[in-house]
């Protein structure tokens, strides 16, 4: 499938995918296209039941919790089936739902991972052409748009305590993945609780699998945290961050730019970036919401945090900077708009339910979903106005996808498309 010549523009700094072309309505990776859950899409449904207002529903086998990304009409989400072993790449008609191919790309040897964590949690890639997933191991494989496997990478053996539930990106003729991972074998602490230098960035060429660069953190500690490519005085740099660590490098060579240390681990979710700034929090132990100033070189933890809030920081769901505002939802369902210059809340609101999904802005509004399987549609404005909410009653852990005026969620069960 060929793609159209469209880049993707926000009103804020630099966002940008830096991949191959898409579609303006494609919803290519997490998060979307610039990976900070933005969607320039309007006229977007704002009622829906698990009955109401519901294109399709279509049963999706096996477990997994990626999110479902859309590629004109397709839509991709990957499983892992036979008890997690057998890895597998699913592509369905956009406008109908139906299954078009689900395809074995490897089996994986099962490891360890948390409760709330699955064996295909990491959320495909594609740039038009293929499409890129990651599983559990740490094994990669790239797909045409007709199923064939392309490639596979299976050189990097990856364990973490927690497994493995960060995804891949894009950016120009790389597919690059973060590794941060805890030691496997002899004292289990090691990576996760006591810092170590064992974390990997990996970029490879995106048409054959070949390995391009390898990046490295330094010290720090297990995290699952899915970068963003931005700009920086007309300069790419990749924003990623991990257990005691937010940090630049650069996304053509690996090469570290800038890092400020910040106590925590476990870290989950992604920065977001919006008028000079970096948003990132800090994972367990110390949690701590940070805003970090761009242009920075080297260790710049003591010249470059603008701000830093402690109230309410989310452990798994990754913010939204939109409107000129940060907002956020912690896992036990309480919201807040903070002014996004000095980090102080602007309102708090407790609005329901379990988080684990990251929340997305689209056509002026912010959207979450609940655990349950609620979402709260809300004004992205200073002060709390509720919209809408509606409930698919399933069990819900991975985020939205939008697309052409229409939603995707991705339950426990099915995948729903909501709108015409």
Same mark, same amino acid.
């Given at each position: 499938?060929?793609?159209?010549?469209?880049?993707?523009?926000?009103?804020?700094?630099?966002?940008?995918?830096?991949?191959?072309?898409? #579609?303006?309505?494609?919803?290519?990776?997490?998060?979307?296209? =610039?990976?900070?859950?933005?969607?320039?899409?309007?006229?977007?449904?704002?009622?829906?039941?698990? =009955?109401?207002?519901?294109?399709?529903?279509?049963?999706?086998?096996?477990?997994?919790?990626?999110?479902?990304?859309?590629?004109?009409?397709?839509?991709?989400?990957?499983?892992?089936?036979?008890?997690?072993?057998?890895?597998?790449?699913?592509?369905?008609?956009?406008? =109908?739902?139906?299954?078009?191919?689900?395809?074995?790309?490897?089996?994986?040897?099962?490891?360890?991972?948390?409760?709330?964590?699955?064996?295909?949690?990491?959320?495909?890639?594609?740039?038009?052409?293929?499409?890129?997933?990651?599983?559990?191991?740490?094994?990669?494989?790239?797909?045409?748009?007709?199923? /064939?496997?392309?490639?596979?990478?299976?050189?990097?053996?990856?364990?973490?305590?927690?497994?493995?539930?960060?995804?891949?990106?894009?950016?120009?003729?790389?597919?690059?993945?973060?590794?941060?991972?805890?030691?496997?074998?002899?004292?289990?602490?090691?990576?996760?609780?006591?810092?170590?230098?064992?974390?990997?960035?990996?970029?490879?060429?995106?048409?054959?699998?070949?390995?391009?660069?390898?990046?490295?953190?330094?010290?720090?500690?297990?995290?699952?945290?899915?970068?963003?490519?931005?700009?920086?005085?007309?300069?790419?740099?990749?924003?990623?961050?991990?257990?005691?660590?937010?940090?630049?490098?650069?996304?053509?060579?690996?090469?570290?730019?800038?890092?400020?240390?910040?106590?925590?681990?476990?870290?989950?979710?992604?920065?977001?970036?919006?008028?000079? #700034?970096?948003?990132?929090?800090?994972?367990?132990?110390?949690?701590?919401?940070?805003?970090?100033?761009?242009?920075?070189?080297?260790?710049?933890?003591?010249?470059?945090?603008?701000?830093?809030?402690?109230?309410?920081?989310?452990?798994?769901?990754?913010?939204?900077?939109?409107?000129?505002?940060?907002?956020?939802?912690?896992?036990?369902?309480?919201?807040?708009?903070?002014?996004?210059? =000095?980090?102080?809340? #602007?309102?708090?609101?407790?609005?329901?339910?379990?988080?684990?999904?990251?929340?997305?802005?689209?056509?002026?509004?912010?959207?979450?979903?609940?655990?349950?399987?609620?979402?709260?549609?809300?004004?992205?404005?200073?002060?709390?106005? #509720?919209?809408?909410?509606?409930?698919? /009653?399933?069990?819900?852990?991975?985020?939205?996808?939008?697309?052409?005026?229409?939603?995707?969620?991705?339950?426990?069960? /099915?995948?729903?498309?909501?709108?015409?």
């Amino acid at each position: 499938m060929k793609a159209l010549a469209v880049r993707f523009v926000l009103p804020t700094l630099l966002l940008a995918l830096c991949g191959a072309p898409l #579609l303006a309505e494609d919803w290519p990776r997490f998060r979307g296209p =610039t990976g900070q859950g933005i969607s320039a899409e309007t006229n977007l449904p704002t009622q829906w039941s698990a =009955t109401e207002n519901i294109a399709w529903k279509t049963p999706i086998p096996g477990q997994g919790w990626s999110s479902p990304i859309v590629a004109g009409d397709r839509v991709f989400v990957t499983t892992a089936a036979d008890n997690g072993i057998s890895c597998r790449v699913l592509c369905l008609d956009r406008k =109908t739902g139906q299954i078009l191919w689900n395809k074995e790309v490897f089996q994986q040897t099962l490891k360890r991972k948390e409760g709330k964590n699955s064996f295909a949690t990491p959320t495909p890639v594609t740039d038009g052409s293929l499409v890129y997933a990651v599983f559990c191991d740490g094994s990669i494989a790239a797909l045409d748009f007709a199923g /064939n496997i392309v490639w596979t990478y299976r050189e990097y053996k990856y364990y973490s305590q927690h497994g493995l539930g960060n995804s891949p990106i894009l950016y120009e003729n790389l597919l690059i993945m973060c590794y941060d991972p805890s030691n496997e074998t002899g004292d289990k602490q090691v990576g996760w609780k006591i810092p170590w230098d064992k974390a990997l960035l990996l970029a490879l060429d995106k048409k054959t699998g070949q390995e391009k660069w390898r990046g490295k953190r330094g010290l720090s500690r297990i995290a699952h945290v899915t970068p963003v490519i931005i700009r920086d005085n007309d300069k790419p740099l990749m924003i990623s961050a991990a257990g005691d660590t937010v940090q630049a490098h650069d996304p053509n060579t690996g090469d570290l730019i800038w890092r400020i240390y910040g106590q925590g681990e476990g870290l989950v979710p992604s920065p977001v970036v919006g008028d000079g #700034l970096v948003f990132s929090p800090s994972g367990f132990e110390k949690p701590t919401i940070r805003a970090i100033r761009l242009g920075g070189v080297g260790d710049v933890t003591k010249t470059h945090i603008a701000w830093e809030q402690t109230a309410h920081v989310p452990m798994l769901s990754s913010f939204v900077f939109a409107n000129h505002l940060l907002f956020t939802i912690k896992e036990d369902g309480f919201a807040m708009c903070l002014d996004p210059k =000095t980090g102080k809340p #602007l309102w708090q609101q407790r609005i329901g339910g379990n988080h684990c999904a990251s929340p997305i802005f689209a056509d002026g509004r912010i959207y979450f979903l609940s655990e349950q399987g609620e979402s709260t549609i809300i004004e992205a404005v200073p002060e709390f106005k #509720l919209i809408a909410k509606n409930s698919i /009653n399933e069990t819900c852990q991975a985020s939205f996808a939008v697309s052409q005026k229409q939603l995707f969620i991705r339950s426990d069960r /099915n995948l729903f498309c909501i709108g015409k």
